[in-house]
Nanobody, 124 residues
Framework: QVQLVESGGGLVQPGGSLRLSCAASGSIVTNAMGWYRQAPGKQRELVAGITTDGSTKYADFVKGRFTISRDNAKNTVYLQMNNLDPDDTGVYYC???????????????????WGQGTQVTVSS
């Protein structure tokens, strides 16, 4: 059992930056990790994923603005978000999937563990 706790969300102006963190209660070294987001009235969607070997995949809407990274020694995954837009507003969730590889890292059904989410609001 792995518990995930997100932090780093908040209110930021358009064009600003935030760094989200996801701390795991146990080792994440054998898990692919993902960041999802859910805006009001919309389905949860993948923002970025990172495999056990550090390969990454991003949603098209990221457009080079976000970077996912992992620190296995700290059991933590990060999402650096730059040039934020009001459309980036939503609840951001961290997830861990022990069987995911790069080709299926977008599949939400493949994630076993989910955090409670952290709110990101982009507004002037």
């Amino acid at each position: 059992q792995v518990q995930l706790v997100e932090s780093g969300g908040g209110l930021v102006q358009p064009g600003g930056s935030l760094r989200l963190s996801c701390a795991a209660s146990g080792s994440i070294v054998t898990n692919a990790m993902g960041w999802y987001r859910q805006a009001p009235g919309k389905q949860r969607e993948l923002v970025a994923g990172i495999t056990t070997d550090g390969s990454t995949k991003y949603a098209d809407f990221v457009k080079g603005r976000f970077t996912i990274s992992r620190d296995n020694a700290k059991n933590t995954v990060y999402l650096q978000m730059n040039n934020l837009d009001p459309d980036d507003t939503g609840v951001y969730y961290c997830a861990a999937g022990p069987t995911l590889i790069l080709s299926n890292i977008r599949n939400p059904q493949g994630y076993t563990y989910w955090g409670q989410g952290t709110q990101v609001t982009v507004s002037s």
